[in-house]
């Protein structure tokens, strides 16, 4: 097995750990270019990887008394729909489609949390003294908040049944602007969410064809686990602003090297 998966299963494990997502979307192509996976087996792959990441590195939060289980379960339970949706719809979509798309999201995921980057600082900005939440509760349970937050988790599902990611990149700037999380609770309760949308996504996809390199998997996570780990206590020492600029450097780079992998098969293959 290459010496590869020690340095970059530590990378997507780290980045969950300190950003509470964002190492899944990376998960995908790192089993496809690095370990030659088909994308199916990679998205199925990173379903496994990330749920059993996310699972073990709520441990980290744990003890910090940052996750708020109740609002994270709530959102995880809400994008079922939309993870089996997002699963049925990925089976029968040719590879170099599959990870074209891919590459697409990672540039959107980099351009949203760009975004999200600055309105939490503006946010900051004008917070009151004590932010550990900002969200009044009549408007938490407003008909049109409701809506959102389930439109939110619904999109968050489809990603990852549909891509075989955790959706983490989405649910820290929902949890964080529209529930008004603090960060570091935003962060863990994610974990909560990407592992029940994982899991979803599984089931959704139980009894496919696809051929796993178990292996490889298992190596693969044991590493990310223990990256989990680090990036909590990066997270704690780091400031958000600057994983963030770092992170979102990462995914335009890989987005830009998938592009350039699969944009021309899909040109040549409609001319």
């Not at 749920?51 to 744990?62: Q, R």
């Amino acid at each position: 097995m290459s010496w590869w998966i020690v340095p970059v299963a530590l990378t997507v494990g780290a980045v969950m750990g300190a950003l509470g997502g964002g190492g899944a979307i990376l998960t995908v192509p790192i089993l496809v270019y690095l370990f030659g996976q088909p994308a199916t087996a990679a998205t199925t792959g990173s379903l496994i990887i990330v749920g059993l990441t996310a699972t073990v590195g709520m441990l980290a939060h744990a003890r910090g008394s940052r996750i708020r289980a109740v609002e994270g379960a709530t959102f995880g339970v809400l994008g079922i729909g939309g993870t089996y949706l997002g699963s049925r719809l990925s089976a029968n979509i040719p590879e170099h489609l599959l990870l074209s798309l891919f590459a697409l999201l990672m540039l959107l995921v980099a351009g949203l949390m760009l975004r999200s980057r600055r309105r939490s600082r503006a946010a900051a900005d004008h917070a009151p003294a004590d932010t550990a939440s900002v969200a009044l509760p009549g408007r938490r349970w407003s008909p049109a908040h409701t809506a959102r937050v389930l439109a939110a988790a619904t999109g968050v599902g489809l990603l990852t049944g549909f891509f075989g990611v955790g959706g983490g990149f989405a649910v820290v700037p929902v949890l964080v602007l529209v529930l008004g999380f603090r960060m570091p609770q935003a962060v863990a309760t994610s974990l909560l969410v990407i592992a029940i949308n994982s899991a979803t996504a599984l089931l959704a996809r139980a009894g496919s064809t696809v051929a796993l390199d178990w292996g490889l998997l298992g190596a693969f996570s044991a590493v990310a686990v223990l990256g989990s780990f680090l990036g909590a206590r990066i997270g704690r020492r780091v400031s958000p602003d600057s994983l963030t600029i770092a992170f979102v450097t990462m995914l335009v780079l890989v987005a830009g090297y998938m592009a350039v992998m699969n944009i021309p098969h899909l040109v040549s293959g409609a001319s």
